[in-house]
């Protein structure tokens, strides 16, 4: 059986996953932030017989009424499901359906705490996790029981170096695999104690996280580069304002991190004394794959360093061949198996095989990343393949573009996408955010400084033909940029996808230029 697992980040939601896991049942937890529409194309996908939910979830003080949104997926589809189990978390007046919904408290009560685990096969799916997809059409990760578990907690162990005593935080929602594996899976397996937080980062104001970390005496910090940049715009005086003396080992995870925001996360909120572990890995991997030890590899700003032990990871070029010496770019694969590795697509092996294997007659797994392997052998993720630019014949990496705009002075966040081009093929479209307020009136001035300052950092022929400024960058409620709306912005195509997932709606007409 699949159970849909669509809650705030409480500690019953990784009880509900743990529960699935006792019992052999196989879960899929849907991010409580997304839309109806979307959980019910999971429920169907997955064939879900069960939903487990809340009442509602807090967000930058608000209720999010995930209740009614499972009530609107089952009432357009989802004919699968049979009984749906509901967490009283936010006292929301939500309506009950007879003989379908039942209280998570009303199905405990009276029950044993012990519960004999069911004994499964070692390859018998833990759980299923969908990702975005080329094509827009979620897939559905499969992954397995041993395997994963075995990824998980090697890795937390190793990474981020776990002692018993350690309070371990990661940010992220049990919704994304970050919150699997370093959440609900890794850390704990270690006998580690994990912190929660079900809310936004500058909710009731900016300095929540770092409030967190003093009161909880977190000693290990695990969040998004979004996260780093976003709080640094704010400035150092916010963090200067807790004691974080308790934090011995930060990490960062999600996308590559620029090296200003690196040195910033060293500097300000390590004390210069922590640590920093930059992870590379994917749903699809299960756990991190590239990534300093701490104690044993030497860290540098902006790259995750070097394989974990037993990955094979290497460089090559268009067909397939790796890449010779030093200073090597190229497509990152991984040459041979690892346990916490991708089984399958749910119920779409064609398309598994065709993703991720076809790409080199099915050599190698295909990371779907570009990558630049320095003369110490440190790997420099420089974003997805087809975040990859073709500029009058250059290839450039937005990430290296948004590197360079994030050094200047007043920047605090960029995301660059292509433009279709007539002469160049591609031009660069740069979505900025500024420090301190967004410019308004005329802003060429300050445009011709930027691209200047990117032409100065990496050439003539990376600088922005179109920068366009913004309050913010357009982010799903768990942080990540959604960078298939802005490709879709500087087109000027129509907005077709879903976009119930945007932290600040409000921010699509300032990207069009329309305020």
């Known amino acids: ?307 974990l032990p037993g990955i094979d990871v290497d460089v090559v070029d268009e067909d397939g061949n790796p890449v010779k010496g030093t200073e090597a770019g190229g497509y990152l694969v991984i040459k041979k198996p690892w346990p916490s590795m991708l089984r399958t697509i749910w119920r779409d092996n064609e398309r598994y095989i065709e993703t991720y294997w076809q790409r080199f007659r099915n050599r190698y797994y295909v990371a779907g990343d570009s990558t630049h392997r320095d003369a110490d052998g440190c790997y420099w993720i420089m974003g997805r393949i087809d975040d990859v630019l073709n500029v009058a014949g250059h290839r450039l990496g937005t990430m290296e573009i948004e590197s360079a705009l994030v050094a200047h002075h007043r920047i605090a966040e960029a995301a660059v996408v292509g433009r279709p081009h007539d002469v160049k093929g591609e031009s660069v479209f740069a979505f900025v955010v500024c420090k301190g307020d967004r410019p308004t009136g005329d802003t060429r001035a300050l445009v011709e400084e930027l691209r200047a300052w990117v032409a100065e950092q990496l050439g003539a022929i990376a600088k922005p033909d179109d920068i366009r400024f913004a309050d913010n960058l357009p982010k799903t409620r768990s942080g990540k940029i959604m960078r298939r709306l802005l490709r879709t912005i500087a087109r000027g195509d129509e907005i077709t996808q879903d976009i119930s997932t945007l932290e600040n709606p409000g921010i699509v007409d300032q990207l069009r230029g329309k305020s």
């Not at 408290?105 to 044993?112: F, I, L, P, Q, Y």
Request: charged letters at 20%; aromatic letters at 10%.
């Open 1 to 307: 059986d699949r159970v849909i697992i669509y809650m705030p980040l409480v500690p019953e939601a990784i009880i509900a996953m743990h529960g699935c896991a006792r019992i052999g049942a196989i879960h899929s937890v849907v991010f409580g932030g997304f839309s109806a529409l979307s959980l019910r194309d999971r429920i169907e996908d997955a064939g879900a017989r069960f939903v487990i939910t809340a009442d509602g979830g807090y967000r930058g003080g608000k209720v999010v009424e995930l209740k009614s949104a499972t009530d609107k997926a089952l009432s357009e589809g989802a004919a699968t499901v049979e009984k749906v189990i509901v967490l009283r978390h936010t006292a929301l007046e939500v309506p009950m359906h007879a003989g379908r919904d039942l209280w998570w408290h009303d199905a405990v009560k009276g029950r044993s705490a012990q519960c004999e685990p069911a004994w499964v096969d070692a390859e018998h799916p833990l759980f299923l996790l969908y990702t975005s997809g080329s094509t827009g059409k979620p897939k559905g990760i499969q992954h397995s029981s041993a395997g994963y578990l075995l990824g998980a907690k090697l890795t937390s162990k190793w990474v981020f170096d776990l002692k018993p005593q350690d309070v371990f935080w990661c940010t992220a929602d049990v919704g994304w695999i970050t919150g699997h594996s370093y959440v609900a899976y890794g850390p704990l397996a270690n006998g580690v104690t994990v912190v929660l937080y079900e809310g936004a980062p500058t909710f009731p104001d900016a300095g929540r996280f770092w409030k967190i970390i003093q009161d909880h005496q977190v000693s290990i910090f695990y969040t998004a580069p979004t996260a780093i940049r976003a709080l640094m715009k704010l400035g150092d005086h916010i963090p200067a304002g807790y004691d974080l003396t308790s934090l011995r080992l930060l990490g960062s995870v999600g996308e590559p991190i620029n090296p200003e925001a690196w040195m910033w996360y060293h500097r300000v909120i390590g004390g210069e004394s922590c640590p920093i572990v930059d992870t590379w890995w994917q749903t699809e991997t299960g756990a991190i794959m590239i990534s300093p030890v701490p104690g044993v590899t030497s860290t540098k700003p902006g790259s995750c360093t070097r394989p």
